[in-house]
């Protein structure tokens, strides 16, 4: 069984930023691409961002694209979400998943207050 846990977020004005962090217990982490999922209220859960199992392959929602960055430490076994640039409808609970195994963290919630 794969646990991934997020961490990191919190309440931060527009503007504002955050980085997200999930941590993999996976000992496979490094072949895995992992992503980025959120949810707001009352919508459904919705892509943010992918990366590849070396980080050198990037994707991303047309939403957050030129504001968030995903990155990876194979080492650690942990994908991060850089937030920048942060705006109220960024608010969500932020999901982290790993494609190969299919399992999902329980998520954190992130608040931007305007």
């Known amino acids: 069984q794969v646990q991934l846990v997020e961490s990191g977020g919190g309440l931060v004005q527009a503007g504002g930023s955050l980085r997200l962090a999930c941590a993999a217990s996976?000992?496979?982490?490094?072949?895995?691409?992992m992503g980025w999922f959120r949810q707001a209220p009352g919508k459904e859960r919705e892509f943010v961002a992918r990366?590849?199992?070396?980080?050198?392959?990037?994707n991303y929602a047309d939403s957050v694209k030129g504001r968030f960055t995903i990155s990876r430490d194979n080492a650690k076994n942990t994908v991060y979400l850089q937030m920048n640039s942060l705006k109220p409808e960024d608010t969500a609970v932020y999901y982290c998943h790993s494609y190969v195994s299919h399992y999902w963290g329980q998520g954190t919630q992130v608040t931007v207050s305007s």
């Open positions: 996976r000992r496979t982490f490094s072949s895995d691409t």
């Open positions: 990366i590849s199992q070396s980080g050198g392959i990037t």
